[in-house]
C-alpha cells in the first residue's frame, strides 16, 4: 500500500519515469532495500527509487520535494547513524550507479556514485594503480571520499578527497552540476570534506598512483603484552616512511587458519604494518614488533584489492563507532588504551584501534576543510556486536574511552568515523571557520536544507 501521502496516480507515474526500481512498504523486495550494515537501523521509507542514472536522481528528487517527502540519499550504507535512511521518506538509493573506469594513460579512475571501495579496487588493481580507499571493502566511495576519506594508503597517496579531480552533482533543484579545480572551485573545494550537503554525487573521477606491489604484517599477543606491544608500534611509526601504514588494536581472535584453535574467541592484542612495495621492506618496518613474541601472523604479500576484503566486518551486526585525534600519544595515553580494552564486548567484532596519520596527508598543504589531518594519532573505538541486550555496555566503552583520551584531543574529528553526535561534534570536523565557509556553499546549492539528513551543514542565512 503506498504512504497516505501519495496518490497512487503519482507513484505510478513515478515508477513510469524512473529507469530503475521503486519499493514501497509493500512490495517484494523492499525490507532488502532497506537493511543497511548497522542492524541497529530499522527505517521504513515511504518511497526507494533505485536510480539507474543521474537523470533518475533528478527525478527522484524533484518528486521528493513535490510530495514534501524528506530525502535520505544512499551509497553504500556504511553511516553508523543510519543516514542513507528515513522514515517515511524517499531514499535516493545510488547502488545501481556502480561504474568504475580506469583511464592507465592519465592514471584516473571514474566511478558511479555507487561504486563501492571493492568497485574501485578490483577496476584499478589490473594496472598496478590505486588511490586512498576505505578500510571496508563494501563502503560506498561517495560518502567516503567527500567526507575526507581515510584508509590504508594516506600516508602515502593522502587523503582521498586530495585526488578528487572532478564531481558531477545533481543540486537540490534538480539541475546538473559539475565541480573541479576550473568549474565551480568553490564548490569543489566544500567537497574536500563537506560530504553530502551540497547535492548527490552522481559521478567523481580520482587520481590514481603506481602500486606495483603490496605486502603486511599483522602480527597477534596475548592481551598482557598489549602495553609493549602498542608503544612499540607507536614509536616505530613515528619514524616508519610515507609506504608504512597500518594500526595497532584489541579485538577478538577470529576463526581464521592463522589463530591457535584455543585462542579462537579470545581478546587478544594485535599489530598490523601495511607496506606499499614489498614483503622484505615491511619485514624491515615491523622487526621491533616481529621481535615481541606473539601467537599468531599473516605475512605475506598480495594484491592490494584482496587485502580490502580481508579484515571486511559482516553485515547484520549492531554498531557504534566514534574516534578522537590526538596532538600526541604518551604512555600514559597507552596505559588509558590498554586498560579501556578490557570494557569491550567479548567475543564480538568490536575492534579498539590505534591509527597513525603523519606523511602525505600531513604534508597536503591544502585548506580543505578536513582539520583533523593534522593530528600524528587517531583512536577508534569501534563497535560492533550480535545482541540488544549489549547495546548499553558497548556505547558505555565508547564513550569512556573518548572521555579518556581528551587531555590529547585536538577537538577535530574525521565524521565519517562517528554517529550523531551533536551539532559542535559537526563543527569540529570542519573547523569553526571552514563551517561558515561551507554553510555560504550550502546557501548557494542547498537553500533549502533539502539535503539534511548527514553531518549537516546549515545554510547561511541571507544578511
Request: charged fraction near 20%; include cysteine; hydrophobic fraction near 40%.
Amino acid at each position: 500500500m503506498a504512504p497516505h501521502s501519495l496518490k497512487d496516480t503519482a507513484l505510478a507515474g513515478f515508477r513510469e519515469d524512473l529507469t530503475g526500481d521503486v519499493f514501497v512498504p509493500d512490495d517484494p523486495g523492499y525490507d532488502d532495500a532497506r537493511t543497511v550494515f548497522n542492524a541497529m537501523i530499522d527505517r521504513r521509507p515511504a518511497v526507494i527509487a533505485q536510480c539507474a542514472s543521474e537523470e533518475d536522481v533528478a527525478r527522484a528528487i524533484r518528486f521528493g520535494r513535490d510530495h514534501e517527502l524528506a530525502i535520505a540519499v544512499r551509497g553504500g550504507g556504511h553511516s553508523v547513524a543510519g543516514m542513507a535512511l528515513n522514515d517515511d521518506g524517499l531514499v535516493v538509493d545510488l547502488r545501481r550507479m556502480n561504474t568504475a573506469e580506469v583511464d592507465r594513460e592519465v592514471r584516473t579512475v571514474y566511478l558511479g556514485g555507487g561504486a563501492t571501495i571493492s568497485d574501485m579496487d578490483r577496476a584499478t588493481q589490473p594496472y598496478g594503480l590505486a588511490t586512498t580507499g576505505g578500510r571496508a571493502s563494501t563502503t560506498g566511495i561517495g560518502g567516503f571520499t567527500l567526507g575526507g576519506g581515510s584508509g590504508w594508503l594516506e600516508r602515502r597517496c593522502g587523503l582521498a578527497c586530495d585526488s578528487l579531480v572532478s564531481v558531477d552533482l545533481v543540486t537540490a533543484d534538480g539541475d546538473f552540476v559539475h565541480a573541479s579545480g576550473e568549474d565551480n572551485p568553490e564548490l569543489f573545494w566544500a567537497l574536500h570534506g563537506g560530504g553530502g550537503n551540497f547535492g548527490v554525487a552522481t559521478a567523481m573521477t580520482l587520481r590514481l598512483y603506481p602500486l606495483p606491489s603490496f605486502a603486511i604484517v599483522l602480527l597477534l599477543y596475548p592481551p598482557e603484552a598489549g602495553t609493549d606491544v602498542i608503544r612499540t608500534y607507536r614509536d616505530l611509526m613515528e619514524s616508519a616512511p610515507d609506504d608504512a601504514g597500518g594500526g595497532a588494536l584489541y579485538l577478538t581472535a577470529p576463526p581464521e587458519e592463522y589463530v591457535p584453535e584455543h585462542l579462537v574467541g579470545q581478546l587478544l592484542c594485535g599489530a598490523l604494518v601495511t607496506y606499499a612495495g614489498t614483503e622484505a621492506q615491511a619485514r624491515e618496518v615491523a622487526k621491533p614488533l616481529l621481535d615481541i613474541a606473539h601467537v599468531a601472523e599473516v605475512i605475506t604479500e598480495l594484491p592490494y584489492a584482496d587485502f580490502q576484503c580481508m579484515l571486511d566486518d559482516p553485515p547484520g551486526m549492531r554498531n557504534y563507532w566514534s574516534a578522537e585525534y590526538l596532538d600526541a600519544f604518551p604512555d600514559e595515553a597507552v596505559d588509558l588504551f590498554c586498560n579501556r580494552a578490557a570494557d569491550m564486548i567479548v567475543p564480538s567484532n568490536s575492534q579498539h584501534v590505534l591509527f597513525p596519520l603523519g606523511g602525505a596527508v600531513a604534508r597536503s598543504g591544502t585548506d580543505y576543510p578536513v582539520p583533523w589531518r593534522g593530528a600524528p594519532w587517531a583512536v577508534h573505538p569501534f563497535g560492533l556486536w550480535e545482541n540488544a541486550s549489549d547495546d548499553e555496555r558497548g556505547k558505555k566503552w565508547v564513550r569512556d574511552f573518548r572521555a579518556d583520551v581528551q587531555p590529547w584531543s585536538t577537538g577535530a574529528v574525521y565524521l565519517n568515523f562517528i554517529g550523531q553526535e551533536g551539532g559542535e561534534r559537526v563543527v569540529s570536523g570542519f573547523g569553526a571557520g571552514n563551517y561558515r565557509r561551507l554553510a555560504a556553499v550550502k546557501a548557494q546549492y542547498d537553500p533549502d536544507n533539502v539535503f539534511r539528513l548527514n553531518h549537516n551543514i546549515e545554510p547561511a542565512q541571507k544578511p
